[in-house]
Structures are given as structure tokens and as C-alpha cells.
């Protein structure tokens, strides 16, 4: 295990380099040609002058030359500014949940860049202060109003996991009572949308503390990148824009150079440096000050779900609408809608009821925040005690279980769950679904993004699954009922579900235990069963949220009857473990198709109420997509040039 070594320096591949004789080998095979590029095939057949030029050109030299357009594209940011002004200071919407969570739909429904812009300024940024800080750690309030821009700065780029190895430090002088902020190598850079000129910006930065020769933990600190003009401060380097096709912003490598910090800008939580340097920390050893300074990510695990149920509101309202009024010419019914296709229902029908799903479920997410008591003394103000029984949990995966499993959680189910729906969205309205004006692009980009983001979805799985195995096993579930179109079907088949994956994983696990396996070698052979124990005990979270409030009973009941599409389309989902378990038939699963017709058929003369109620603003849109006349309206958003006669 020597070559997983903590350092800045590259750690020798897993798989060797093959040897050259074996690579022409497995080229021609596959391709059925000698081993030999295609630059190298041109250029011999061109003159050496253009034969380098063409070179140039395809390995991107040229083209990455070319000023990058995001580097002066200040549209977000000014966006926000102007939202801001109509704002309470950025500490006082912080402090109010259900102002984040609106702000969080509405940010992501108009522009996908833009949330992204809002949640790094009030949430991580301005809430790192409103959490950790003190009232002078921005003296100027320059991000009350979003007068400077404010990110956060976490993700180092050169190592996996970097939340639990952060190599950034920000070292103590006693004498000074400064900081000296440093990335020790390029491995150590951090990463966020920094690179746009012009514009005065902070950053609360995660780096080690480290006092003397001891390590401290890891706190935030908050910087200036740039000054009032936007001109970099000395001592903070920031790279060219790197693109990110699915949210366009000026993306940046960030590095510092020995950058003397004040200690105003130390987000000390509480915590408190000696004359000698000897820290004071009341949250306790470095692990719990790591939980502290990530907590920020309660409060963006918390109304993210709100943004992206918003965004699966809209794109299955949308599609709906499209396939409720595009006519097919297959010969089977020339001239008839698409969505009188059963696998058109079963998509988009199927997306209306994962959107009333995921509504539920954001709100369950939300009030699982607000209603956590407040944390341990020495917390900042707003800080809330992690959600969810056994709290704290061991930092294995990552360090989001740790924080709050539940928010975490809440925060995987809804971007994943979202991605997947927009993406079937957007392949269901055909070529409609890629324009950009339709907005689906848009919103699918930024579902995907955050299945990394803010959070690594698999790593939060993996962590679900292996603190459920850890835990003693809980009592079975009563039996679901019998017929799958009942609402309550799915939450009893899921529970079920995840109790059986529970206890098998739990059995391998102390298997494995048994002949001394520890550690990676431990729990490698584990990996795939604790992923699937944390997406199945995410859907439970879901189909616990969905049910809350249904009324028992009421067949005929339009929301009882999504809630059992929704229960239908995740178990086709999960068809594989609930045979592996034996908790379907291959008959019953052959059934599913059947149960969703119905329901289908049921939901068919409400679906206009219920669209209207999933997302109220779907016919206000500026979306061509959701027209009643799709052509017309797409014909009308578009700027037209006529030949001349």
C-alpha cells in the first residue's frame, strides 16, 4: 500500500504501461489497420510545412491560444448583483431556509450558471462566515450585497478524496498573529469559478492549520483574490478559464504563493490561537473541526433538492406537454399523439410522478434541516447538530456522512435522480429536447454536474451502505401489500429491500472480518453491495417522503395514484436486486408494464391539474417547448434572415 502514499508527488499507475509491441498488436486487431495515427498518416502524404500545421492544429495548440470568452463574461455575477440589491444582507438569507430553498428554484429554473453562482456566494461563501466567522472577518461587507463575488475553495485537483488529505495550509506566526496561506505543489491547486476579470472576489478557502510543527486541522479561511478593481492580489495565482461544457463559467485552477492573511480572515469558529500558538478548539480533534468547517454543506444538501426538484418539475411538464400535442406518422396510427404510445407513457407520465416524488422529498430535506436541533457550544450561529440517528458517522468514502448522513443523502437522491429523469425527458422530445432554448440541455447539465459536486454522489452512497452494514440490523419490515398499483406497495417492497441488502452485506462484511481482512482489503470485495445498499436507502427516503401525507384508502385519490407510478417506475429500476433478493417473481416483474398502463389510464383525465400543480410557472416560461403549438412558438423565438428577391 506504499504507493498510496499522502504527498504531492504522482503515484505509480495501477496498470502498467504496456509494452509497444503489445499496443501495435491490440491496434491492429481492433481496428484492422497497423498500429500507426492519423496525423502520422497525413503528414507523410503532405508537404513538411503544412503536415506541422496540420499537427498543431488537431493536437489543439492553436486553439488553445485563442482568448477564452468566459473570462469576460460577467452576466452571472451581475445577475446576482442586481437580485442582491432586492435582498436582505447575504447573512440574513442565509439564516432563513425557505428564502434559500425559493431562491435556489427560481436561480436554477432561469439559469442554470446563475444558481451555480448564487449557491457559491450565499450559501458556501457568505455562509461559511455567517457560520464560522465573525463580524469582522469581512470588514467592508463587500459580500452582503454580492458587491464581490464569493466562492468557496475545497477540491484539490491532483488527489481523489482531497476533502480527508487537504494539503493547503495556512501557517501561524505568533509574532505577526498572521497566516501564511501556501499550495504546496501543482497536486495541491484548488479549483472553482474564479477566472472571470474585472470583478473584486473572495474566497473562503479549506487549508490546514498548522502552528509550530503541529497540525491543527483543517478551517476555512476567508481571501481576497482579486481587489476592488479585479486585479489578482499578489500572492494568488489563477489559471485561464477551464471550460465545463455543462455549466458555462469561468472555471479555474487557484493556487497561493506564501500569501500573508490577517487573522480577521481565519474562520475560527470559537476556536482560539495562543501568543505562543498553542490552539484552543472546543469542537474537539482535527476530524470534528473537519465535520465543523464542511457543516456549511447542511445548508446546500438542505435546498439543493429544492432546485432540482424544480428543475424535474419543469422538464416533465415540458415534456408532457410537447408529447400530449405531437403527432406521429408510424403507421400504426398515423396522425396520433406520441404519448398514446404506451412507452411514452410509462416515460413521461412515469416523469410527472418521479417529479411529485422528488417535490416531496425536497421538502422532507428541508425540514429535516430546519428541525435538527442547534449544534454543540462553540458553534456559529445557524450551525445545526447532523440529521439523522447515529450521527457522527466514520469519515471512510469522504466526509459528507460525517457531516449529516441524512442532508447527504437527500442531496445524492435528488441530483441523481434528476439527472436520470431530465436526460429521458430530453430523449423523449427528440431533437426539441437538445435545443438550448428549450432549456432541458441546460438543466441536465447542471443535475450532472452536481452528481460530483458539492458532495460526490458515489462516495455518499458507498458511505450509506457501509454505516447501514455497521449498524445492528434493524426488525424486518412488514409485508407490502400484494397489489403493486397500491400506494403503500413500494415503501413496504423498498424497506424490505434495503433490510435484506443490509443483512447480506453485514454477513460478508464479518465474513470477511473473520479472516483478518482489514481496511481496503476489507471492504473492496464490499464495494458494489454498500453502492447499491446507499441508492436503495435513498429511494426509501423518497418513498417515505411521498406517502407522508397521502390520504389512506382513497383509490381514486390523483396523488395516491402517482405515488404508486413513481413506486413502479423505481422498481423496474431495481428489478435486478429484487429478484437477486427474491422479493419479486420473474412474473410479477413481467407484470409491472401491466400495473403502469393502468395507472396511466387512471392519472390520463387529471394530468393537466396535476402539471399545473407541479410547476405553476410551466405555462408563464419563456419555453417554447411547452407551447400549445410547438412549432409556432418555436418559429416565433427564433431570429429569421430572408434572401433577398
Not at 492580489?233 to 471550460?243: A, K
Request: neutral net charge.
Amino acid at each position: 500500500m506504499d504507493q498510496f502514499e499522502r504527498t504531492g508527488k504522482p503515484v505509480e499507475s495501477l496498470a502498467t504501461k504496456p509494452t509497444t509491441n503489445l499496443t501495435e498488436q491490440l491496434t491492429e486487431r481492433l481496428t484492422g489497420n497497423p498500429a500507426e495515427s492519423l496525423t502520422a498518416k497525413l503528414t507523410a502524404k503532405l508537404t513538411e510545412n503544412l503536415g506541422e500545421r496540420l499537427a498543431e492544429l488537431l493536437t489543439g495548440r492553436r486553439l488553445a491560444a485563442e482568448p477564452h470568452p468566459l473570462a469576460d463574461d460577467l452576466s452571472a455575477h451581475l445577475t446576482l448583483r442586481q437580485l442582491a440589491a432586492t435582498l436582505p444582507p447575504a447573512a440574513e438569507v442565509f439564516a432563513d431556509p425557505a428564502l434559500l430553498a425559493a431562491l435556489s428554484a427560481a436561480t436554477a429554473l432561469a439559469d442554470p450558471p446563475l444558481y451555480q453562482t448564487f449557491l457559491s456566494h450565499y450559501i458556501l461563501c457568505a455562509g461559511s462566515v455567517a457560520l464560522l466567522g465573525s463580524p469582522d472577518a469581512d470588514p467592508g461587507g463587500e459580500l452582503a450585497h454580492a458587491h464581490a463575488k464569493g466562492s468557496f475553495l475545497v477540491t484539490e485537483l491532483g488527489d481523489a478524496s482531497s476533502h480527508l488529505g487537504t494539503r493547503t495550509t495556512a501557517r501561524f506566526d505568533p509574532v505577526a498573529r498572521e497566516f501564511t496561506l501556501h499550495t504546496p505543489d501543482l497536486r495541491a491547486a484548488k479549483f472553482s469559478s474564479v477566472a472571470a476579470r474585472g470583478l473584486p472576489q473572495k474566497a473562503a478557502v479549506c487549508a490546514r492549520l498548522i502552528c509550530g510543527d503541529r497540525d491543527s486541522g483543517v478551517f476555512s479561511f476567508l481571501v481576497d483574490l482579486t481587489d476592488e478593481r479585479g486585479r489578482r492580489v499578489p500572492g494568488v495565482s489563477i489559471s485561464t478559464p477551464i471550460t465545463l461544457d455543462a455549466l458555462p463559467l469561468p472555471y479555474a485552477a487557484v493556487r497561493f504563493q506564501h500569501l500573508r492573511l490577517p487573522y480577521r480572515s481565519w474562520l475560527r469558529d470559537g476556536a482560539t490561537l495562543a501568543a505562543d500558538g498553542t490552539l484552543h478548539d472546543p469542537v474537539g480533534g482535527p476530524q470534528a473541526r473537519l465535520r465543523r468547517t464542511l457543516g456549511v454543506g447542511q445548508a446546500l444538501w438542505a435546498t439543493l433538492p429544492s432546485a432540482m426538484a424544480a428543475l424535474a418539475a419543469r422538464s416533465a411538464v415540458l415534456s408532457w406537454r410537447f408529447s400530449a400535442t405531437r403527432r406521429s406518422h408510424g403507421s400504426l396510427a398515423p396522425g396520433a399523439p406520441v404519448l398514446a404510445y404506451r412507452t411514452q407513457q410509462h416515460a413521461v407520465i412515469g416523469a410527472l410522478a418521479e417529479a411529485f416524488a422528488l417535490r416531496r422529498a425536497a421538502q422532507a430535506a428541508l425540514g429535516c434541516w430546519t428541525a435538527a436541533p442547534p449544534a454543540a457550544d462553540g458553534a456559529g450561529a445557524g450551525t445545526r447538530a447532523a440529521a439523522g440517528p447515529g450521527a457522527p458517522h466514520a469519515m471512510t468514502f469522504s466526509p459528507w456522512a460525517a457531516v449529516d448522513p441524512s442532508l447527504a443523502l437527500h442531496k445524492a437522491l435528488a441530483t441523481r435522480a434528476t439527472a436520470r429523469l431530465v436526460g429521458e425527458c430530453q430523449h423523449r422530445c427528440g431533437v426539441s429536447g437538445f435545443f438550448a432554448v428549450n432549456r432541458l440541455s441546460g438543466y441536465l447539465g447542471l443535475a450532472r454536474a452536481f452528481e460530483n459536486a458539492g458532495g460526490d454522489n458515489t462516495l455518499i452512497l458507498l458511505d450509506a451502505g457501509r454505516a447501514q452494514a455497521e449498524q445492528p440490523p434493524g426488525p424486518v419490515p412488514p409485508p407490502p401489500p400484494a397489489d403493486p398499483t397500491d400506494p403503500a406497495w413500494w415503501p413496504g417492497t423498498v424497506a424490505t429491500l434495503r433490510h435484506r441488502l443490509a443483512v447480506e452485506l453485514r454477513t460478508d462484511l464479518r465474513r470477511h472480518q473473520a479472516d483478518g481482512a482489514t481496511g481496503l482489503t476489507l471492504w473492496n470485495p464490499l464495494l458494489d453491495q454498500a453502492l447499491r445498499l446507499g441508492e436503495v436507502a435513498a429511494q426509501a427516503l423518497a418513498a417515505d417522503a411521498v406517502t407522508d401525507r397521502l390520504v389512506p384508502g382513497d383509490a381514486h385519490d390523483p396523488l395516491s395514484a402517482l405515488a404508486a407510478l413513481h413506486g413502479l417506475v423505481q422498481a423496474r429500476r431495481l428489478a435486478g436486486p429484487l429478484l437477486a433478493t427474491g422479493l419479486l417473481t420473474p412474473e410479477a416483474v413481467r407484470q409491472l408494464p401491466t400495473a403502469m398502463d393502468r395507472l396511466c389510464d387512471q392519472l390520463a383525465p387529471v394530468l393537466p391539474a396535476i402539471a399545473e400543480a407541479l410547476d405553476p410557472g410551466a405555462t408563464q416560461a419563456d419555453v417554447p417547448l411547452g407551447a400549445p403549438d410547438y412549432p409556432a412558438a418555436l418559429v416565433a423565438a427564433l431570429d429569421w434572415s430572408r434572401g433577398a428577391r
